[in-house]
């Protein structure tokens, strides 16, 4: 079974850092476009940031400077550095796949079951 493995979340205070680690597992072959979203309570899901086979990024305005994501594509796992952590932050935390392949078969828009960040002084 396919599926998104994600880790790392929990309480921070405020100006404080943590790292989002995402596992593509099943005997994934390879992934396209890795990203993470968030959701906060009330709001819209978000993109926070995303990251292409080749390494390109781009990220929301609001997380620029603070965040950096990274993948290592020999374990099909995306990471998320978050520092300088604000309230704001605190959201769920989604780990998302565009196009993965198993196989010879092709996956798309595949979702992690979330990881809560709280920060909160």
């Known amino acids: 079974q396919v599926q998104l493995v994600e880790s790392g979340g929990g309480l921070v205070q405020p100006g404080g850092s943590l790292r989002l680690s995402c596992a593509a597992s099943?005997?994934?072959?390879?992934?396209?476009?890795m990203a993470w979203y968030r959701q906060a309570p009330g709001k819209q899901r978000e993109m926070v940031a995303r990251?292409?086979?080749?390494?390109?990024?781009n990220y929301a305005d609001s997380v620029k400077g603070r965040f950096t994501i990274s993948r290592d594509n020999a374990k099909n796992t995306v990471y998320l550095q978050m520092s300088s952590l604000k309230p704001e932050d605190t959201a769920v935390y989604y780990c998302?796949?565009?196009?993965?392949?198993?196989?010879?078969?092709?996956?798309?828009?595949?979702w992690g079951q979330g990881t809560q960040v709280t920060v909160s002084s």
């Open positions: 998302n796949v565009d196009r993965m392949r198993k196989g010879t078969t092709w996956l798309s828009n595949v």
């Open positions: 990251i292409t086979y080749g390494g390109s990024t």
């Open positions: 099943g005997s994934i072959a390879s992934a396209n476009t």
